[in-house]
């Protein structure tokens, strides 16, 4: 069977959520502490053994070019001066990974996107992943995922319960079988309405996908919004072959709106040794205020 090497990254959104912030960069380079929101994504995937990254880019893809490839300009200065931690961080990211670019012409949505990787992905089992959702778990997610998927050869999706006033945010899946966290998938409905989700079974951004999907995407028509949906496509995917959804081991951050960004903000901050206690320090006083308020 087919070891998953490559890993699909969605990265052509235009980020409206995030505007100003995002008028002349994509919404992947945003910083969380101190890093862009893609690169934890594409640390997860390395962990995992992937080793080529496919980034499907829109109009600005210059800064997510730049921050993987070498800087020997800002390299030079920083051993120049002696700053070897600094040094390291840089060339770490460098060194980390093969990535190839492909321009995504329209944004003609998420499974377009997908669809765009084609060539480069090849008759071989994939990742995709959708840097909105962060994930941090002992074992890497897409990794519990792989392991899913070399056991049973199916392709598989991520998958964490959520509240109910949640379900109209993500696609939400209708499972027939299920064993332990392995869920049998027969169907799913993209953002239902509250009361109408046939689960709370929620699909969050990390997908491992046979090539098969591919040639669903080039019949999938456009759907909601005038785009060409993955989730159309894995609802096609359902019927024609068996597919898989991993209730994975880890703790979801929503970066995909303002205010989970936010909050993944700061809880990686208070996670930081030598930010924790100043930061908490400071949202205590403003709590204080609030409560004077
Ligand atoms: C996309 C998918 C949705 C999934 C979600 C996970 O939606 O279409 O099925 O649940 O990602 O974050 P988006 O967040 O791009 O609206």
């Not at 980034?55 to 490839?69: E, L, N, P, S």
């Not at 800002?74 to 990974?97: A, C, F, N, P, W």
């Not at 999907?213 to 060409?228: A, D």
């Not at 970066?255 to 989970?260: K, R």
Request: aromatic share 6%.
């Amino acid at each position: 069977m087919n070891p998953i090497r490559k890993a699909v990254f969605p990265a052509a959104g235009l980020g409206t959520r995030f505007l100003p912030a995002t008028k002349a960069q994509p919404k992947e380079m945003l910083p969380v502490v101190d890093k862009p929101i893609i690169q934890y994504g594409v640390e997860e995937a390395v962990a995992s053994g992937i080793d080529q990254i496919i980034v499907v880019t829109g109009r600005d893809k210059r800064a997510i070019v730049d921050h993987f490839d070498i800087s020997f300009e800002l390299e030079h200065y920083l051993k120049d001066r002696g700053k070897t931690r600094e040094l390291q961080v840089v060339r770490k990211i460098s060194d980390m990974v093969d990535i190839t670019y492909i321009h995504q012409k329209e944004p003609l949505g998420l499974g377009h996107a997908v669809l765009m990787a084609k060539d480069v992905v090849g008759n071989e089992p994939f990742a995709v992943f959708l840097a909105d959702d962060i994930i941090k778990s002992q074992t890497p997610a897409i990794r519990q995922m792989m392991d899913v998927y070399q056991a049973q050869e199916s392709s598989v999706l991520a998958l964490q319960r959520v509240e109910p006033d949640q379900v109209s945010r993500y696609g939400i899946v209708k499972v027939v079988r299920s064993e332990g966290r392995i869920h049998e998938v027969a169907d799913m409905v993209e953002k239902p309405e509250p009361g109408k989700a046939p689960s709370n079974l929620a699909i969050l951004g990390r997908y491992v996908l046979k090539p098969s999907i591919f040639g669903i995407l080039e019949t999938t028509h456009e759907g909601v919004g005038g785009e060409i949906q993955l989730t159309d496509a894995l609802r096609t995917m359902a019927q024609q072959e068996k597919l898989l959804g991993l209730e994975f081991e880890g703790t979801y951050y929503d970066v995909g709106t303002v205010s989970g960004f936010l909050k993944t903000s700061i809880a990686y901050a208070l996670e930081r040794p030598g930010l924790r206690e100043e930061l908490l320090a400071y949202l205590r006083t403003l709590d204080g205020l609030s409560h004077q308020a």
